[in-house]
């Protein structure tokens, strides 16, 4: 119940962000969500940072997720080179305080492309004219893998994915997961049309949440590699945000790019 309950609450508050908020309020909210994440991270792979240095790098990790506001995708680029000049610059300025600037430098610039870009790429599919739409979409290829995944895990599930880096990740869940997320994709798409192919867009799902699982064997890494089991305690029985958002981060862009080049219609 510890972890149903956070559970259905977020699902609750997603559809009711989508279909009767604003995209700038959308925006508002992935920045909020974008700091939150950002914290996390640095507390787990630059722990020594003091207090004043972490909340500066949020700031400039922050800057491509800021520049996307309008939905303007020509100023993500810019947003993240200012946001590394800034990094670069505290790095700069804390030598010989930060126990160690080259950690510091990689981890805070892999954070402005890992977190903030990443989520900006959400803000920008919210701003498309069907952008609540597409967003259903993929948040039902993430939910349907991460749930399908569980439970023909539990009940198949002997061959370890990648053991070394998430133990309890099964070939079975990973094969279950796949099926209930594109089942999960067709329901969503007959529920609310997105007047994309669908036959090419079952074949994206299927890139998709293979993606997705990549994006949550990343976060695994990252926590494996610091010696952490979660990134956060923020949602309770479900960790921190970086937790529930893993998979969003990787399979959100290549989706943005799948509809703007319009190789799903």
């Not at 492309?113 to 990443?118: G, V, W």
């Not at 919210?126 to 979409?137: E, I, V």
């Not at 099964?170 to 036959?199: K, Q, R």
């Not at 299927?206 to 990343?218: H, K, P, Q, S, W």
Request: proline share 5%; hydrophobic share 55%.
């Amino acid at each position: 119940m510890s972890r149903v309950i956070p559970g259905i609450l977020m699902a609750l508050c997603w559809f009711l962000l989508l279909f009767l908020g604003s995209p700038v309020l959308f925006w508002i909210a992935a920045v909020c969500c974008g700091a939150l994440a950002l914290h996390e991270f640095f507390r787990m792979v630059c722990p020594s940072l003091d207090g004043r240095r972490i909340y500066a790098s949020i700031c400039a990790c922050l800057l491509p997720l800021l520049m996307v506001a309008q939905g303007r995708a020509d100023l993500l680029m810019p947003g993240l080179m200012a946001g590394l000049l800034l990094v670069i610059g505290i790095a700069l300025q804390g030598y010989g305080k930060i126990e160690d600037a080259w950690r510091y430098l990689s981890c805070a610039g892999f954070a402005g492309l890992y977190i903030s870009a990443a989520l900006a790429h959400l803000v920008l599919m919210r701003f498309l004219p069907q952008g609540p739409t597409f967003l259903a979409l993929l948040i039902a290829m993430i939910a349907g893998s991460d749930t399908g995944a569980y439970y023909a895990g539990r009940a198949f599930g002997r061959r370890r994915l990648f053991p070394s880096i998430s133990p309890k990740k099964t070939v079975a869940g990973g094969i279950g997961g796949v099926f209930a997320g594109l089942v999960a994709v067709a329901l969503v798409n007959w529920l609310t049309p997105s007047h994309c192919d669908p036959l090419r867009l079952i074949l994206a799902a299927a890139v998709l949440i293979v993606i997705g699982i990549a994006g949550d064997l990343t976060e695994s890494l990252i926590k494996r590699s610091v010696g952490v089991k979660d990134s956060g305690s923020v949602l309770s029985a479900h960790g921190g945000l970086m937790d529930r958002i893993d998979s969003l981060l990787l399979a959100g862009p290549v989706f943005f790019y799948l509809l703007h080049f319009g190789l799903l219609s």
